[in-house]
T-cell receptor
Framework: DQQVKQNSPSLSVQEGRISILNCDYTNSMFDYFLWYKKYPAEGPTFLIS?????DKNEDGRFTVFLNKSAKHLSLHIVPSQPGDSAVYFCAASYSGTYKYIFGTGTRLKVLA | DVKVTQSSRYLVKRTGEKVFLECVQD?????MFWYRQDPGLGLRLIYFSYDVKMKEKGDIPEGYSVSREKKERFSLILESASTNQTSMYLC???????????FGPGTRLLVL
C-alpha cells in the first residue's frame, strides 16, 4: 500500500524552462511534507518543506505547492539548470511520529 | 553543518556472511534511521531509533537487526546476508519529531 506516490518515474526539461514534479498521497493525517534531491552514489539532500497549514513555500528557484483537498503536492523549479538533474523524492509525515514515508522518486533530466 | 557518515561506500559480501554497516552523526540528534533504496521502490525504512538502546521496526525489518549503544552511532546488522539484500543502504538522523532527516552518503552492498 503506497501511501505516497510519484507517478512519473522520469521527466526531461530544457534548461531555463520550468520543471514540475508531482506527488500524491492517500493518508489525510499527513501534515508535513519534504522534498529531497539525490545524485547518484550520494545520499539524499533536503530541498524544501511545507506544513499543511500553508499551501505554498518558496526558496529561491524552488517552490512547493500543497493542495490538501486533492492530496497533492508539487515541486516547481524555475529556471531549471543542468545541475538540477537528479532523482527527487517527496516524503510525508504526521504529527507525533518520527517517520517519513517516501515516494518512489522522479528522475529529472535537464537538457542543456 | 550536519554530518552523517557511513563506514563504507561499497561493500561486497558472500551469502551467509554477517554484515555490519555503521553510521555516525555529529549533531547530537535523537533519532536515527536505516533505509534501503531500490530502483522503482524508493526509500524503505528498515529500522529506526529514537534514543540510545531504543529501536523500532520500520516497514521491512526482516533479515536485519540494529544496535544503538551510543547516541551518535547506529549500526545495521545483516545476520546472514542473502542476495536479495543487495541494495543501497542509507542512514539518516533527525533532531526530533517531524524534523528534517539528514542522510549519509550511502553504502552500496553487493551480496554474491
Amino acid at each position: 500500500d503506497q501511501q505516497v506516490k510519484q507517478n512519473s518515474p522520469s521527466l526531461s526539461v530544457q534548461e531555463g524552462r520550468i520543471s514540475i514534479l508531482n506527488c500524491d498521497y492517500t493518508n489525510s493525517m499527513f501534515d508535513y511534507f519534504l522534498w529531497y534531491k539525490k545524485y547518484p552514489a550520494e545520499g539524499p539532500t533536503f530541498l524544501i518543506s511545507i506544513s499543511s497549514i500553508k499551501d505554498k513555500n518558496e526558496d529561491g528557484r524552488f517552490t512547493v505547492f500543497l493542495n490538501k483537498s486533492a492530496k497533492h503536492l508539487s515541486l516547481h523549479i524555475v529556471p531549471s539548470q543542468p545541475g538540477d538533474s537528479a532523482v527527487y523524492f517527496c516524503a510525508a509525515s504526521y504529527s507525533g511520529t518520527y517517520k517519513y514515508i517516501f515516494g518512489t522518486g522522479t528522475r529529472l533530466k535537464v537538457l542543456a | 553543518d550536519v554530518k552523517v557518515t557511513q563506514s563504507s561506500r561499497y561493500l561486497v559480501k558472500r551469502t551467509g556472511e554477517k554484515v555490519f554497516l555503521e553510521c555516525v552523526q555529529d549533531m547530537d540528534h535523537e533519532n536515527m534511521f536505516w533505509y534501503r533504496q531500490d530502483p522503482g521502490l524508493g526509500l524503505r525504512l528498515i529500522y529506526f531509533s529514537y534514543d540510545v538502546k531504543m529501536k523500532e521496526k520500520g516497514d521491512i525489518p526482516e533479515g536485519y537487526s540494529v544496535s544503538r549503544e551510543k547516541k551518535e552511532r547506529f549500526s545495521l546488522i545483516l545476520e546472514s546476508a542473502s542476495t536479495n539484500q543487495t541494495s543501497m543502504y542509507l542512514c539518516a538522523s533527525s533532531l526530533g519529531d517531524q524534523e528534517t532527516q539528514y542522510f549519509g552518503p550511502g553504502t552500496r552492498l553487493l551480496v554474491l
